[in-house]
Nanobody, 123 residues
Framework: QVQLVESGGGLVQPGGSLRLSCAASGFHLADYAIGWFRQAPGKAREKVPCSSSSEGDTYYADSVKGRFTISRDNAKNTVYLQMNSLKPEDTAVYYC????????????????WGQGTQVTVSL
């Protein structure tokens, strides 16, 4: 059974940090591009803020560049999202997603989705 399971969300103050994890099962993460999407309350899902190709290429949207870092541990079949200098506007449900094509993933398409983890940035 194919699954992506996110963890690590929570409540953090502005300027703080969180690290999200996304554990894959049922397929080899190394063969897929992986991205983190997010959806804020009352808003449409934002196209992937950051993603990592199976070859190690990365993409970051301007909104998270310099603050977020995506990484993967293929041996553990797990992807991470290190989020620093968090802002209230980063508040959202964060989803990891996988696609065979890095290009299509960055366009917002995915073969597999996780269930999401809530990140709240507030005093």
């Amino acid at each position: 059974q194919v699954q992506l399971v996110e963890s690590g969300g929570g409540l953090v103050q502005p300027g703080g940090s969180l690290r999200l994890s996304c554990a894959a099962s049922g397929f080899h993460l190394a063969d897929y591009a992986i991205g983190w999407f997010r959806q804020a309350p009352g808003k449409a899902r934002e196209k992937v803020p950051c993603s990592s190709s199976s070859e190690g290429d990365t993409y970051y949207a301007d909104s998270v560049k310099g603050r977020f870092t995506i990484s993967r541990d293929n041996a553990k079949n797990t992807v991470y999202l290190q989020m620093n200098s968090l802002k209230p506007e980063d508040t959202a449900v964060y989803y990891c997603a996988a696609h065979r094509s890095f290009r299509l993933l960055t366009m917002g398409f995915a073969d597999y989705w996780g269930q999401g983890t809530q990140v709240t940035v507030s005093l």
